[in-house]
Nanobody, 121 residues
Framework: QVQLVESGGGLVQAGGSLRLSCAAS????????MGWYRQAPGKEREVVAV???????RYEDSVKGRFTISRDYAKNTVYQQMESLKPEDTAIYFC???????????????WGPGTQVTVSS
C-alpha cells in the first residue's frame, strides 16, 4: 500500500515561486517512479513532471525551464520547484507514484489527495 501526502500549495502572484513536496509512505512496495500531475476545473488531468527510478525526468512542454522535479529516493519523497509561475499554472496538483511488490507482474499507480496552486495575475 502507498499513501501520498502533498504540501506546499498556495496562492502566489504571477512570476512567483512555490515548492511542492510529496512524501510516500509505503508498505511492502517498491516505488519506481514519482511525479506531479495537475487538473484545472473542466480540464483533463495532465502530467506535469515525472522522475523515474533511474533519475530520468520528463516535463510537460509548458513548464520546461520553469519547473524542476527532484526526488529523495531514500525517503520516497518527490519535490517540484516551480518558478516564474503563470496564471495558467493554476490547478490542483496531484502527487503520483508507481510501484509494485516483489511478486507483482505490473506496476500499480497511486495518487495523493492534491494540493491547490493558485497563481494570480
Amino acid at each position: 500500500q502507498v499513501q501520498l501526502v502533498e504540501s506546499g500549495g498556495g496562492l502566489v502572484q504571477a512570476g512567483g515561486s512555490l515548492r511542492l513536496s510529496c512524501a510516500a509512505s509505503v508498505s511492502r512496495i517498491n516505488i519506481y517512479s514519482m511525479g506531479w500531475y495537475r487538473q484545472a476545473p473542466g480540464k483533463e488531468r495532465e502530467v506535469v513532471a515525472v522522475v523515474g527510478s533511474d533519475t530520468n525526468t520528463r516535463y510537460e512542454d509548458s513548464v520546461k525551464g520553469r519547473f524542476t522535479i527532484s526526488r529523495d529516493y531514500a525517503k520516497n519523497t518527490v519535490y517540484q520547484q516551480m518558478e516564474s509561475l503563470k496564471p495558467e499554472d493554476t490547478a490542483i496538483y496531484f502527487c503520483d507514484a508507481r510501484g509494485k511488490r516483489r511478486g507483482w507482474q505490473s506496476l500499480r499507480e497511486y495518487w495523493g489527495p492534491g494540493t491547490q496552486v493558485t497563481v494570480s495575475s
